[in-house]
């Protein structure tokens, strides 16, 4: 364990904001899932991906990790001590947040999947006519 | 570094002072000492005594702040503030 994150986890007081890092850290999320977690588009794209009947499983723009003072996107993002304590004990909340994590995970594996898939079929298209217009060139015509 | 393992020291207290300084109410909020006289200058953090905005000896009452640590509306808003203070210095620092 990093002596940062166990310094961090030890302390008898956390200060009343923390940091991605440190909520990470309480979390025992990775950087990317909370991202996922605390971004509208990303659960969004997730309840998307689901079946109406589905979607209570995952987490919703209510249920989503808020951090404090409506930051701009690339503004460093801070959350309340006190709501991450609660989260931290609430199971319910605890596994829409893995599940949303790792179905985003899959959506974008799948979206990167169908990108090469996409990018073969273009590559073979543009060898086709390539080697279409050599061979045309290779006649003379 | 040394500040560091100050402010670690200060958050592993086992009782807290009745009164808080600049540092230890930043600490306490993991907001930068400058920060908590932009608050104060806002009217948005209560400092005891009469204090002038620029003295940098302000005081805050430890319950005052144990309260306001986990009020979500006092935090979003104290965020905001330093957001745009934050945005106004860089913005300043741009046109000189």
């Given at each position: 364990m990093l002596p940062a994150r166990k310094q961090f986890l030890d302390l008898l007081t956390a200060p009343g904001r923390l940091r991605a890092q440190e909520v990470e850290w309480r979390l025992g999320m990775s950087r990317q899932e909370l991202q996922v977690v605390t971004s509208i588009e990303h659960i969004e794209e997730v309840r998307n991906s689901l079946p109406k009947e589905r979607r209570h499983q995952v987490l919703s723009g209510q249920t989503r990790l808020k951090p404090l003072g409506?930051?701009?996107?690339a503004a460093e993002k801070f959350f309340l001590e006190t709501e991450i304590t609660q989260l931290e004990g609430d199971l319910m909340w605890l596994d829409k947040a893995v599940r949303t994590g790792r179905l985003h995970l899959r959506l974008k594996k799948a979206r990167l999947k169908g990108k090469t898939k996409l990018n073969e079929e273009k590559t073979e298209i543009a060898n086709t006519i390539t080697g279409g217009e050599s061979a045309d060139l290779g006649t003379g015509i | 570094m040394e500040l560091e393992s100050e402010r670690i020291a200060f958050l592993n207290l086992g009782r807290f002072p009745a009164v808080f300084s600049v540092e230890e109410a930043g600490w306490f909020f993991q907001f930068h000492p400058d920060a908590i006289g932009w608050l104060v200058a806002a009217g948005h953090l209560p400092a005891l005594g009469t204090v002038s905005?620029?003295?940098?000896?302000k005081r805050f009452a430890r319950d005052v702040l144990v309260q306001l640590r986990s009020d979500r509306e006092w935090m979003d808003r104290a965020t905001a503030i330093v957001y745009s203070h934050r945005k106004t210095d860089s913005k300043q620092a741009n046109d000189a």
């Open positions: 409506n930051p701009s996107h | 905005l620029a003295d940098d000896h």
